[in-house]
């Protein structure tokens, strides 16, 4: 069964950078959709962006064009680059995955099947 895990969550300034990656095993990425989501204290879980089966990518209205989701076939990993980060950014950031087909808002909005664990992601002066 796929397994998960985050990596790279800390505390950054706003306006700074972060890169989470998540690492896979116990079966092949590349079969997979895959994607990030976070959860802010007191909030409800939100999808913040996916890459379907199909390689389409799409991000959440409140990150887009200051995130940017890749993937790694070679070394069975995905990452999530984070730039331009905002207080309201902070969150705990979950990377998932999905071996069905399934519209990109699909997914940001239900969820995967496969899930990390999380880590933490705090933007603050």
């Known amino acids: 069964q796929l397994q998960l895990v985050e990596s790279g969550g800390g505390l950054v300034q706003p306006g700074g950078s972060l890169t989470l990656s998540c690492a896979a095993s116990g079966d092949i990425l590349d079969d997979y959709a895959i994607g990030w989501f976070r959860q802010a204290p007191g909030k409800e879980r939100e999808g913040v962006s996916v890459i379907t089966k199909r390689h389409s990518i799409d991000y959440a209205d409140s990150v887009k064009g200051r995130f940017l989701i890749l993937r790694d076939n070679v070394k069975n990993t995905f990452s999530l680059q984070m730039n331009s980060l905002k207080p309201e950014d902070t969150a705990v950031y979950s990377c998932?995955?999905?071996?069905?087909?399934?519209?990109?808002?699909?997914?940001?909005?239900?969820?995967?099947?496969?899930w990390g664990k999380g880590t933490t992601v705090t933007v603050s002066s």
């Open positions: 998932a995955a999905a071996d069905i087909d399934q519209p990109s808002g699909y997914y940001l909005y239900y969820g995967m099947k496969y």
